[in-house]
């Protein structure tokens, strides 16, 4: 490896991002996986696609970082905006998603919204005043968190600030990265969430009703990483599991207790409800300024030689011609075992059923959803982590009249926006400060 010193250097990899045996297998299953589970929304063979071994929201488009080499999450992206003209991407690990926001921090036809710790923490991006820019310009929603948030204080500003994102930008799919970093009690993370209350963040999100992308991420407690997206692919099924852990030749992992669930803990609360409340209402504020879902000027679906396969997987059939005989072992090989389960068997005759849309409300609810088998991979994720991929089946707002342009974007606990001052603060990567005082005392 010394022969490539520079090499290495220059694509950053080494430190976080060592080289490793099967580094290219491992990059093809994880940005596959997700690539894949994007097509399977498009081309609507499924409502929820879910990817554990993706989630890689650090990595550059020439630069590997934080354990990411591949961002699988923006060539999932790239897919579903072949088919749908606006697409949502929700982070909620505890590091900022700066690899997605990159990518897309130019354009309209996405947008990113993260809910990460700020503040001497990596990558260290991620700023309230980060919000795209040219036609991406308030298309980039930051949501920076204090140490040791709980369940109540997470959805008290989770909740409304999606709900007003997805009936001001109306988009066409969802990519939820569901980063287990954000648990109570993981080795990097310093948020207190527990299992419910992470999940209730796919639980809400699986409300609407839109192609859902469901990826892995962080996690660095693997016992941990294992109860929360086992419980969350229950919630994306339609089931919530119980509370005991079924024998397993991974049993011994669950100790003490055995149980299906990750508890917060007494860690203190950093994040006061007036600090909370004035980050969520500049965030509304920013989302307020879009005025609407943005227009897509209408063209053909891009066409790939993929695509052709896809439509018609048995055309080299039709040009056998029918008076020629094939041996009776070659028509025993094409034969399906009648154990066996695949895609089109689960689909059954006539295309899909049971289509649900968010704007539906309560009658959505009563529709089945409907599993099929993904993409199954064992690997780890962020480096750290078990790994697998499934499939599952499954208003405007206008900006207000006299909206506050204050731009040191001071987010103190107590004093009002208008009679703040700038004080000195931690630099943006744009060289501007932004003032977070520490909470006052209990």
């Not at 923006?74 to 505890?94: K, M, S, T």
Request: proline residues 5%; charged residues 25%.
């Amino acid at each position: 490896m010394n022969s490539y010193i520079k090499e290495q250097h220059k694509y950053n990899v080494g430190d976080d991002c060592p080289v490793f045996d099967g580094l290219f297998d491992y990059c093809s299953i994880s940005a596959g996986g997700s690539m894949e589970g994007a097509a399977r929304l498009s081309r609507d063979k499924c409502d929820i696609a879910i990817n554990w071994a993706g989630g890689l929201h650090h990595a550059k488009k020439s630069e590997a970082s934080g354990f990411c080499y591949v961002n699988d999450i923006v060539l999932g992206i790239l897919e579903l905006l072949r088919y749908h003209q606006r697409v949502l991407y929700i982070d909620i690990d505890v590091h900022h998603g700066d690899g997605v926001e990159e990518a897309f921090y130019t354009t309209d036809r996405v947008m990113t919204v993260s809910f990460h710790k700020y503040g001497e923490f990596f990558p260290g991006t991620g700023e309230l005043r980060d919000i795209g820019i040219g036609k991406g310009k308030n298309y980039a929603l930051n949501f920076p968190l204090r140490d040791g948030i709980t369940d109540d204080s997470y959805k008290s500003v989770f909740e409304p600030v999606i709900r007003q994102v997805m009936e001001t930008y109306d988009p066409g799919a969802i990519v939820l990265q569901c980063g287990t970093d954000s648990l109570s009690g993981d080795k990097l993370g310093c948020l207190n969430l527990s299992m419910r209350g992470h999940a209730n963040c796919v639980k809400f999100v699986k409300s609407f009703h839109k192609p859902l992308l469901m990826l892995g991420g962080g996690g660095y407690t693997m016992r941990n990483v294992s109860r929360a997206w086992a419980y969350e692919t229950g919630l994306a099924t339609g089931f919530e599991l119980g509370a005991e852990i079924p024998m397993n030749e991974y049993y011994e992992y669950f100790g003490p207790d055995y149980q299906l669930d990750v508890k917060s803990s007494n860690m203190e609360d950093m994040n006061t409800p007036g600090y909370l409340e004035r980050v969520k209402n500049i965030v509304m504020e920013n989302l307020r300024q879009v005025g609407g879902p943005p227009s897509v000027q209408m063209s053909d679906i891009p066409r790939l030689p993929i695509d052709t396969l896809m439509d018609d997987p048995n055309e080299d059939e039709d040009l056998i011609p029918p008076n020629e005989r094939r041996h009776q072992r070659l028509l025993d090989s094409r034969r399906q075992n009648d154990g066996e389960l695949s895609d089109s068997d689960d689909e059954g005759e006539g295309g899909r059923r049971d289509h649900a849309s968010h704007r539906d409300g309560d009658l959505a609810h009563s529709t089945g959803r409907r599993a099929a088998v993904g993409i199954m991979s064992a690997g780890s994720t962020h480096g750290i982590g078990t790994s697998m991929a499934t499939a599952v089946m499954g208003g405007s707002a206008t900006p207000a009249a006299g909206s506050s342009a204050q731009s040191d974007m001071d987010v103190d606990d107590d004093a009002p926006l208008s009679a703040k001052k700038k004080k000195s603060g931690r630099k943006s990567s744009s060289g501007s400060v932004m003032a977070v005082d520490p909470p006052l005392p209990s």
